[in-house]
């Protein structure tokens, strides 16, 4: 499995990059857009929508959406959106305290789940719009990635040799303590990293910039532990199997969800 995620993320990091780096801002979020729509599919099976026809529905009403905000974007929605985000993400720490809230298959849980879609998916695209279209914007999105991938990796290396106490057994069993600590270290240390070799050579900002890292995969952990939770309650293991080793869009997106809007903020705030 290792090696098949591996050859995975080596096909995919050269597309990301090229995405990321290249193309300006308007075709950039026009493919994270249709990508996020692939999620809005996925996102409805977790929520409970059991058809082609009904996930169509959903996957087609978020791409009106995101095609709305392509079309009457403002830097001054694009901060609104992306502090929904992080007010919801907040909340959701809330959530994740009670495994059974929402958990019955009816139809109110099915809509409460497709509206909380809208709150991880807008606010990201608005978010990752935010980053490139400010100063070295390219490069500050690569980073917001980054943090993540660097997240992911001290996280599998440290909770493999050194995990024993588990994180969340009900939500995510294979998840532990010592899992967001290799997470916590490498992310900080690739934040820090990152924002000197884009430009920030102020100390206090780049101290700052060391918490918004943690900060910013703290609330990576948060994304990952909800849609392992949506997944416990559709009773599924991945969210699809679009990418070998890796599952569905749901699954490698899980994490970069909740830490766009986050990164976007804390930038905002720091003055970066």
Known sequence: MLKQRILTAAALIPVVLALILLPPTGFFAAIVALVFVG???????????????????????????LLALLLVWTPG?????????????????FWLRNFTFAAAPNAENRMLKLGVGVLVIVPTLAAAM??????????????????VWFADTGAYFSGRYLGRRKLAPRISPGKTWAGVYGAIVAGSFITVLGGYLIGVRETSQLVGLGVLGVIT??????????????????SVKDSGSLFPGHGGLLDRLDSVFAALPIFAAGKLLLGL
Not at 44 to 59: C, D, K, Y
Not at 77 to 93: F, R
Not at 130 to 147: E, F, K, P, Q
């Open 39 to 65: 999620a809005a599919w996925e996102w409805s099976q977790l929520a409970g929508s059991r058809t082609s026809v009904g996930r169509g529905i959903v996957a087609a009403v978020a791409a009106v959406m």
């Open 130 to 147: 935010a980053l490139h279209t400010s100063d070295h914007g390219h490069w500050w999105t690569l980073l917001g990635l980054v943090i």
């Open 217 to 234: 995969v703290g609330f990576a952990v948060v994304g990952d532990l909800f849609e392992s939770l949506m997944k416990r309650h559709a």
């Open 77 to 93: 929605l694009l901060t609104a959106l992306t502090l929904a985000g992080v007010a919801w993400w907040i909340g959701c720490c």
